[in-house]
């Protein structure tokens, strides 16, 4: 299936490109591998289509509808190449999707309406229209025959809306009775919203695309959410087809005319940038964190007396040492605190934490990883059941509801979990959720007065962190092409930047990728506000430093200097050392740091970088003199050691580079210690012990032989400088080689 959906792929990008002859040789090839005969006719009629307009216009031909009728083969090209790709999944990936498309068509067939035409010949009309005739409430007994009829009649909507290829008048119409008959709940259109999502990402039409835009203009804030999330993300994936339908352009033009529509486009491609994080995130909590935690429970049962806390002294005093024990767990607090900030911030930090509950009946149910959560579904009545949580159901069900930290995926699989706690838990997840729910007001109206986007900022959280837990756990996973993987550069696509983004927005999201170090994002924007901002001197300094995080030192040295140009700065003129260091221009880079060091003499860094330009410069003198002043600042650093015992041995200072090696032994030496440590020896006469050093530096495990040898010819010069025969360095190293096995 995979080279079937590359070819489509294909098609798509060769279509862009106006490549049509390519496309439709590909189109052929893979019509071949479907259903025979099936689309030939329609083939050959857009074959010879084009065919006839190459002719027209080589001979010259002037028809003012040419234009119109070449970008509609180009549409139909596409729409055919779609159907020829769902034909061939349909009868051989054996997905999930394809059996519910085939389950249903077999359905249709048995009522003798083969194909749907108009809404009336929907399988579940009935049950649709006596739902719209009912007055009142859903009734909240889950087990009651109407309950269980109205759920089948959302499974039955969404399905029906996720497996269809085409939008005809039957979808239409019911799209619309969803719109205007007020009788579907927040919750069920919103789940809609994702079906009419997954169905326009495989297989695209631009009505599609207007349903999504047109529930995002009149639904509340959870329906808007997903809508607006599931239409940027459907044109993102479809940007290289956009240019070819108008009227999708036109309505994204007058869409873009709206600030609010502007800023809520920014608030989701930024949420889809924060999914980037989140293995980063999961690693951090397994591999740093938790093990750090792990580490404590010995040191706190100890340091508290755990065991004999209770019963026997209720009115002792805190123990003294918490507050030392805890200050010892400094790095943990700090990791903690910053999890906290990126919580707030929207980040997805329970991923790891709930990817082990996913193993419900409840997400056997395909639809049921859309939905979102709401305090009266059938899950929470289990709860009601319980002994230990049944009086406190309703406060844990409203407080799981409101709270903004956690995705509606992740507070189904806690409901679900919560029964097969032992009771102590029960009572203390009982206790957590009244605290939150007590404390979630305040925080409401706090957060709410400074930001006036924020309940939809939470809906998009929530809805892009369920989406992101579809494409990477659900078992259905596997038949979807997770739109989370790669750059998700939405903000590179056409759309996007024809009518979402602004200056402002740009330098938003660019800063933020910045902070995160997504170095080559931050780049493509800044490149563009560059354009429009072209004396920014902070512009050209960002540029150049996303530049030089790429390895980048020729074109990072151009933005640092078109900077310097603009406004010198200390920060600036070092970073152009540092360019023209890594290209090796070491005079440049030297008088670049001479010039800072004059801007700023207390700069320790400066110092250092002047005393390596030196060194690269084989000025040995020079470098002493500024790996001196490091050493005076410093004298704790080691570090600082290696330098100047390796200027002394160039400048032929046997003495003074033995002193300063052996200060350097009394730490932990690395294979270059050693191999330097054995030209001294070498150069002084001691071809023993530096046959001895030569073989550490291999068997320490940093160097492999290849490294080894690559060093002894780079260093040859200066071994044959200070006296060694030439003709005794092959045999050492032979020697070398012996000894190391």
């Given amino acids: 299936m995979k080279q079937i959906i590359e070819q489509h792929r294909k098609i798509v990008s060769l279509i862009a490109e106006r490549r049509v002859k390519q496309s439709l040789d590909i189109l052929k090839d893979l019509m071949e591998k479907g259903s025979p005969g099936k689309f030939t006719d329609d083939f050959e009629a857009l074959t010879l289509t084009y065919r006839n307009m190459l002719k027209y216009t080589i001979e010259g031909i002037n028809d003012p509808e040419r234009e119109n009728v070449y970008r509609k083969l180009l549409q139909s090209i596409l729409h055919m190449a779609d159907m020829v790709k769902q034909d061939i999944l349909s009868h051989y ?43 009142g409430e859903v009734t909240t007994d889950h087990g009651s025959e109407p309950a269980r009829q109205h759920k089948q009649l959302i499974r039955n909507i969404f399905n029906h809306l996720w497996i269809s290829d085409f939008y005809g008048d039957a979808e239409l119409s019911l799209v619309d009775i969803i719109a205007k008959s007020g009788k579907f709940r927040w919750h069920e259109t919103s789940l ?33 959410a997903r809508a607006l999330a599931g239409l940027i993300i459907t044109l993102h994936y479809h940007d290289k087809r956009l240019k070819l339908y108008p009227e999708i352009t036109s309505l994204l033009k007058e869409a873009g005319s709206e600030e609010r529509f502007r800023e809520h486009c920014r608030i989701v491609v930024l949420q889809m940038l924060r999914s980037r994080e989140t293995e980063k995130l999961g690693r951090k909590l397994t591999e740093e964190i938790l093990p750090q935690v792990a580490k404590l429970k010995p040191k706190i049962e100890e340091k508290l007396d755990l065991d004999n806390i209770m019963p026997d002294d209720p009115d002792s005093d805190k123990n003294p040492d918490w507050s030392q024990m805890f200050g010892e767990s400094e790095e943990i607090f700090k990791s903690f605190e910053e999890l906290t900030k990126l919580q707030m911030e929207g980040a997805d930090v329970y991923m790891q934490a709930f990817s082990n509950l996913k ?81 979630l007001g305040q925080f409401e109206e706090t957060e709410s007065a400074t930001d006036p986007y924020r309940t939809f900022r939470v809906a998009i959280t929530q809805y892009l962190q369920d989406l992101y837990r579809f494409y990477k756990l659900s078992p259905y996973r596997k038949e979807f092409e997770d739109i989370f993987a790669g750059r998700l550069d939405i903000y590179n696509a056409t759309f996007y930047r024809d009518y979402c983004s602004t200056p402002d927005t740009d330098i938003s999201m660019a800063d933020y990728l910045f902070s995160k170090d997504f170095f080559e994002d931050a780049h493509d924007l800044y490149v563009n506000i560059i354009k429009q901002e072209p004396s920014n001197v902070q512009l050209y300094e960002k540029t150049g430093y996303c530049l030089q995080q790429a390895g980048n030192y020729e074109e990072a040295l151009k933005h640092y200097q078109r900077a310097e140009l603009i406004e010198r700065r200390v920060w600036t003129v070092k970073k152009i050392g540092l360019c023209l260091r890594k290209l090796g221009r070491f005079e440049q880079a030297l008088e670049y740091y001479l010039h800072a060091a004059d801007a700023d003499p207390s700069d320790k860094h400066t110092t250092l970088m002047t005393a390596h330009c030196y060194l690269d410069l084989n000025d040995y003198e020079s470098a002493l003199k500024y790996y001196f002043r490091i050493e005076y600042d410093q004298p704790g650093n080691v570090n600082i050691l290696r330098p100047i015992a390796w200027c002394y041995f160039a400048l032929g200072n046997f003495s003074d580079s033995e002193k300063y090696y052996q200060k350097l032994r009394n730490t932990r030496l690395n294979a270059h210690d050693y191999i330097n440590m054995g030209h001294l020896a070498l150069c002084t006469g001691k071809k023993s012990e530096a046959a001895e050093l030569y073989r550490q530096s291999i068997s320490s495990g940093e160097f492999t032989r290849e490294s080894f040898l690559n060093t002894m010819r780079y260093d040859e010069e200066i071994l044959l400088k200070h006296g060694v025969d030439r003709a005794d360095i092959p045999i050492i190293i032979d020697y070398v080689l012996f000894l190391a096995g």
């Fill in 359 to 439: 193993h419900f009946d409840f997400f056997r149910d395909f639809e049921n990883w859309f939905l979102p959560f709401h305090p009266d579904h059938e899950a929470v009545d289990d709860i009601f059941r319980d002994e230990i949580l049944g009086p406190g159901t309703n406060d844990l069900a409203e407080a799981l509801y409101k709270t903004p930290f956690i995705c509606d995926s992740d507070k189904y699989s806690l409901i679900l979990n919560l029964k097969y706690l032992p009771a102590e838990q029960k009572t203390m997840m009982l206790k957590v959720f009244r605290m939150e729910l007590e404390g």
């Fill in 192 to 224: 809609f919203m994702s079906a009419v999502t997954l169905s326009a990402l495989r297989f695209f039409q631009t009505a599609k695309a207007e349903i999504l835009l047109k529930f995002y203009r009149k639904g509340d804030d959870h329906v808007r």
């Fill in 93 to 135: 990936s054996g997905w999930h999707t394809y059996w519910v498309k085939q389950q249903s068509e077999k359905k249709q067939l048995l009522t003798g309406t083969g194909t749907i035409q108009s809404v009336d010949d929907l399988l579940f009309k009935n049950e649709l229209d006596e739902w719209l005739r009912m007055t």
